[in-house]
């Protein structure tokens, strides 16, 4: 595994290239990782799988694809900001950012998007159709994109897909017809062990040194539970139904979640584990506070 | 510009419109003796006139907290400003955030606290309760509770838009209660994973909560408090929860 990394601790992000001119950009805590997210993996209902033996960490991530038009697909956050430009100018070199293609507003996924305006200020920013009030979530004069809408980059093509799961009302998810490659937001993603060399790790790399079917299951299972509270009214069928229907539309080869180590091989082997992480995070208890 | 709400609660910050109609973006502040507390920080497209709104209100008293329903931007978009004014001001969050990376890093991570759902903060003399936020567009969110003037901070939820002319309206200002269409158009909007819920259980969910607390004011970010008719307020949003579903579920579909 060969990552290139920059910065550390808090601003630590991590690059590396998916196949060719398609990048992963992301940002993991390393060994800081058991101390700052003690408190937040104890409020699952079972803490003690990812707070004792097997201590987890939990990976923001943006996606590059380096073409005759360059897009960045998200930005990770302002903490992470200097490390991001660096990694930036380390694939771009000096050619310009083209797009910024933003999944959803929140801090970790678009934080970043003033600082890259300021260094590229020909970036177009590309966003979901169908809200209102962009201004208000610093996203005016941005393209927007429909489900089914593309976007030519040169021998990519990104063609905007329904983000089924969602926290955030103005999100967008991602297909990319040449390479397979699906991106998902905060949808379908494992969590991986520092302690066990796993940062910055493609899922087949985990796999070799251990990783278990098992523990995918579990990982997309919680992070659904946490990420999708609304799972507490959901209907399990339904989502699967919704799952199998995504699948049958795109012939995805690569899966690729904001939270979670790429899926680059195997795809078939996870499709059903998804699936069914989904439906069993919509099974656990969620303990309301009222 | 601010507006008294009840009690010692106030609303302050503005509206932007857009095709939908307006929408609120407001801060909620309680003067709670001599320790302000915010709910939520505003927008940054407002930044000039709520921070001189807040000076206003404030009178040289800094507030002590900014409680964060959650971070995303209309909610944050003043703290850097309010953290530079009042450098001790204190942040409560969700105890379900990473503050580190969720929260604009504009304040040592020491002023900023996570709480989980339940905990009550004791503060110049009243109870704040902090509770699970049942409709959320973040993981990371929260309502609160306080006791004292019975007003329930929901962030995101029974938001509403509204038409020029209704700007600095509550509720009881208006001709009419707030309809379902109304708060259907919002949530529809702001919480897109209502297609997949199941409307009767969500329902009655905040039908415990409505139950199990007096609540005699709603205090929503993007739309003015609701201080009458807090029965009918809830009913409403509650057919147009049920009606969200199906509006969702023809939306999004690949042409």
Redesign the interface.
């Known amino acids: 595994m060969t990552a290139k990394v920059f910065g550390e601790g ?1 601003n630590r992000v991590g690059v590396r290239e998916i196949v060719p001119d398609v990048f992963w950009l992301t ?1 993991c805590l390393g060994d800081l990782a058991k101390d ?2 003690a ?2 993996f104890a ?1 699952l209902p079972n803490p003690e799988a990812y707070v004792s033996d097997r201590v987890v960490d ?1 990976p ?1 991530s943006a996606f590059l694809f380096r073409d005759e038009r360059s897009c960045l697909i998200d930005t990770i ?4 900001r200097e490390s991001v430009m660096a990694a930036l100018d380390y694939v771009l070199g000096a050619r310009p950012l083209d797009y910024v293609w933003i999944s959803h ?4 996924h678009a ?1 970043n998007t003033p600082a890259i305006q300021q260094r590229h200020p020909n970036v177009q920013l590309v966003t979901m159709r ?4 962009y ?4 996203l005016e004069g941005a393209l927007l994109m ?3 809408d593309s976007l030519p980059l040169g021998r990519h093509t990104l063609e905007t ?3 089924l ?7 967008q998810w991602a297909f990319e017809r040449t390479t397979g490659l699906m991106f998902a937001a905060d949808w379908g993603h494992n969590l991986h062990a520092p302690a066990r060399g796993e940062c910055f790790r493609f899922l087949d790399e985990m796999v070799a040194h251990g990783y278990t079917d098992e523990q995918f299951l579990e990982d997309v299972k919680v992070n659904a539970w ?10 399990p069928a ?2 699967a139904a ?1 799952v199998d229907g995504l699948f049958a ?1 795109y012939a995805v080869k690569i899966f690729a979640a904001s939270h979670g180590n790429i899926i680059r091989r195997d795809m078939q082997r996870y499709l059903p584990l998804l699936r069914e992480g989904m439906c069993q995070a919509a099974s656990m208890p969620f ?4 | 510009m601010h507006s008294h709400v009840a009690g010692d609660l106030y609303q302050l910050g503005a509206c932007v419109p857009g095709e939908n109609g307006h929408e609120a973006v407001r801060v909620y502040v309680l003067e709670n003796a001599g320790q302000p507390v915010l709910i939520d920080c505003g927008s940054h497209l407002h930044r000039p006139e709520f921070m001189a709104g807040l000076e206003a209100l404030l009178k040289g008293v800094p507030p002590a907290y900014v409680f964060l329903t959650h971070s995303e931007l209309p909610h944050v978009g003043n703290l850097q400003r309010v953290a530079q004014r009042w450098p001790a001001v204190q942040v409560i969050v969700s105890n379900v955030m990473l503050p580190y990376i969720e929260i604009p890093p504009v304040l040592p991570l020491s002023q900023v606290t996570a709480v989980r759902p339940g905990t009550v903060l004791d503060v110049g003399g009243r109870k704040l309760v902090f509770l699970t936020a049942l409709l959320r567009d973040q993981p990371g969110s929260q309502w609160i509770y306080d006791t004292l003037t019975r007003a329930l901070f929901t962030g995101d939820a029974f938001g509403y838009y509204h038409a020029a002319g209704e700007c600095e309206a509550f509720s009881d200002q208006l001709p009419q209660d707030i309809s379902t269409a109304r708060f259907l158009r919002y949530h529809q909007n702001a919480f897109r994973f209502l297609r997949w819920t199941q409307p009767a259980r969500l329902n009655a969910d905040l039908a415990r909560l409505f139950h199990a607390r007096p609540i005699d004011i709603i205090c929503p970010t993007h739309g003015n408090a609701l201080r009458t008719n807090i029965s009918a307020h809830l009913h409403n949003v509650q057919s147009a929860l049920s009606s969200a579903r199906t509006a969702l579920q023809s939306i999004g579909q690949p042409a």
Not at chain 1, 77 to 80: L, S, T
Not at chain 1, 135 to 138: K, M, Q, S, T
Not at chain 1, 165 to 171: P, T, Y
Not at chain 1, 226 to 233: D, M, N, S, T, V
Request: glycine share 12%.
């Open positions: 808090l940002h700052i997210y408190d937040y409020l939990y923001f956050g302002p903490a992470q507003v929140e801090l970790p934080g169908g809200g209102d009030h201004a208000l979530h610093g429909a489900p089914g897909v329904d983000a799961f969602v926290d955030h009302g103005l999100s946490y990420q999708f509270p609304w799972l507490a009214w959901a209907d339904e989502l919704a539309r303990p309301l506070v009222v």
